[in-house]
């Protein structure tokens, strides 16, 4: 026994004087002999007395091998080990520590129910640091244990030094057991290197370049994951010998990632592979003209997809090198300007996407009308087919204010629009002062000279009085049986509202349009701004009568020359293509109603509806470097109401949006290996929309250890470029890149597979030395790890807590013996 405060023991003294002080008076001589012994044992405690006793507990860390070398069926038989240990633990104490470049805790996927043990990911499972496993662990061991090292492993080390591990092991007298896992088999079928671009869209399909060694001819398997979700598999024929395989994965998520695989082949065995790369979020240019909110569900389908939405139409008169999809959702393409629309034209060429929802908002045009967008479209809308035709009314102000250029302009535009008429069409022209008449009364548009000369006839006089006019005119039209029917007022005056905005919310119910055209100053601008946009159509004001002709041409084509289909129809799977997986096209609900299209020649129809007409829903084609599609329908509660609810519509519009992004104007790098001089080999195809540079920049590769050092990348063909550096025996993630960033040669990446995967079988003499130079043992039995082997550890003990205790029962004794004469006095009494 020994003690912390030793000098406190002369305080002992002090009890003991009080005991012989009083022994010689005291009459309760056992009490006085407890108390005594109390204030002894009180002052023992305080001097805080400890002991040392020997123990025969073992504490084990059991490290275990989980680099990239280490196949599936060792990390199996190790997790089977150390449940054996475990099963034998008893009063011992065990912590299992996987370990590859660096020790790391379990992962709660390998604790969650029974232990399935892991390969370390990322850069750090792909080197063996055995020495950084053994010196980092032994203090987890706590005190009071007979410390014990338990390594599994293949004992394929490529960092650190057991050498120095093992001389610190021996200092401290701590013992390694070792127990070799098989390792991989070395059959000769071995990755060289993997190549994938370093930056990439979230949702593209990313090119994935692997060099793959093999022994012989094999049909083999290659798994893509990322951060743990599986990708999918894609099946390889592999020939004897090096084989060059090109697979594509597609990740959704954003940010840095990694890309990691396993190539299966029978027989041959398994080879994983991983790599970094940078996932940047799509941007997508969204013009429409659907009334805000109702175009929230597709808006929300492309929030899940994590596109960048941006609504700048500016953007096609500045630079759309930055975008990767154009989105036009039933949008009037009249409003795009002919630059504009030229612009998108390259825009796709140059490799580009552009998707053009259809909706009702689309005209048809005669070919000799067509422009550079519509050279683009996969499809060309049908010319209308309604036997009822359309229906067409001029409402003309024939006032005194008229007179001159005005009336004999207006007269002329009403003739232009005849002429565009079909036989099967109907046009009436209600002319209109103080009161109205029918100068043109609503009839077929069959005699067409005949009409003309009625309109010819008009005549300016009067005043001006609009809202009779246009309540004669709606009637009229709305017993029309044809089914697109459109309004157009024509006035220089201004003149009461009257019932006109009810007039014109009731024309829109019953899919009437009107359309109000001004002339001059003196107009009641907002009054027909109103009308208009309330009705559904569009309002025009001229100071001079200039253009009126065209206006009102334009006008009547567009209100009157739909080819919309409006009736439940379901979609047709026409060919089932990658942009459907997981669609469920066969569970999708009708929609109500289509614009009819005519693919061309060289389009892919997708889906088509309408057994009976198989139109065209959903049709894509290769434009240049570029992809164009439209989908026929509309992606609101009109036609597609039955749709929103439907839950394959998210996953459609993302499908097909994804399927149409392009690197528009990027050019393409990849980079590869050559085995046989441990040369990197880089080329450059530069995109169409990119300038080739005068001088090549300076690229540099950079690679791991601090690998730097600049790559000569000359020009070998028109707009292609190539490139060798020797990298010697550097292994693991190249990046070669330009000192400032450039179009024509961005970033690539290249992994050239660590010495970790290059090593086979396992290193049983490292194993076997370092456990009879530690004093351990090779190949231990789970059941002996916990055997002591004759060695002792010992323990101090606090014994203050003890002789405190001992002082309280002393007191409590004390007491007893003190008030047991008065009790066993009370008893006798009674």
Known sequence: ??????????????PLAWLVWLWRTSIHRAGLLLKGLALAAIVIALSEPTTTVPRTRVGAVVLVDTSASITRGDLDRAASLIVEMQRHRHGNWIKVV?????????????????????????????????????TGSMSAIPSGYIPRLVLLSDG???????????????????????????GRQNNGFRLESVSMPHQAYAGEQIPIDLTIDSPQDVQATVTISA???????????????????????????????????????????????????????????????DPPGTEANLLQAFAEADFDITRETALIDKDLSGIQLVILNNLDLNILTPAQKSRLDQYVKDGGGLLLIGGERQVYKEDKQMDALDNVLPAKLAPPKAPEGTCVALIIDKSSSMEGRKIELAR????????????????????????????????????????????????????????????EAYKRVLNSKAIYKHIVLLTDGISEEGDSMDLAKEALQHQITISTVGLGQDVNRSYLEKVAATAGGKSYFLNEPQGLEQILLKDVQEYSGSTAVEKPLSPIVENDAEVLRDVHMDAAPPLKGYARYVAKPEAETILSIDAEKKDPLYVRWQYGLGRAAIFASDA????????IGWPGFDKFWINVSRDLLTEAGRSEASAQFDAANDDILVTYRLGAGVTEPATVPAIYVLGPNGFQKPIEVQRIAPRLYSGRLHAGIARGLFRIRPVEESSAFPEVGLYRQQEELQEYGANEALLARISALTGGRFRPSPDAIFDSGGRTTYTKWQLWPAFLALAIALNIAELIVRKWSGIRGRFRRT
């Open 636 to 643: 609101k509660s009109r036609w597609a109401e039955n749709w």
């Open 227 to 289: 951060e743990g979700k599986d990708l999918g598999s894609n099946p390889v024929d592999l020939k004897s010998g090096a084989n060059l395989v090109r697979i594509h994965a597609r990740v959704n998520s954003s940010g840095a990632t990694s890309i990691s695989g396993t190539i299966a082949a029978p027989q041959l065995g398994d080879i994983p592979f991983e790599q970094a790369i940078e996932l940047r979020r799509a941007k997508i240019m969204y013009l429409s003209q």
């Open 412 to 471: 002329l535009s009403a003739i232009g629009v005849v002429d565009h008429l079909r036989p099967i069409d109907s046009i009436g022209v209600l002319i209109f002062d103080n009161s109205f008449q029918w100068a043109v009364p609503m009839r077929r548009a069959e005699d067409k000279s005949l009409i003309k000369r009625l309109i010819s006839g008009i005549t300016p006089d009067g005043g001006t009085q609009i809202a009779p006019a246009l309540a």
């Open 156 to 182: 394929n080390e490529n960092e650190g030094s057991t050498a120095r591990a093992i001389a610190e092991l021996q200092r401290l007298h701590v013992p390694v057991d070792t127990i070799p896992l098989a």
């Open 98 to 134: 996987p370990f590859a470049g660096q020790p790391r805790p379990l992962s709660r996927r390998e604790t969650t129910g029974d232990l399935r043990l892991l390969n370390t990911a990322n850069e750090s499972g792909n080197s063996t640091n055995i020495e950084a496993a053994l």
């Open 1 to 14: 026994m020994s003690f912390t405060h030793p000098f406190i023991l002369f305080l002992l003294v002090a």
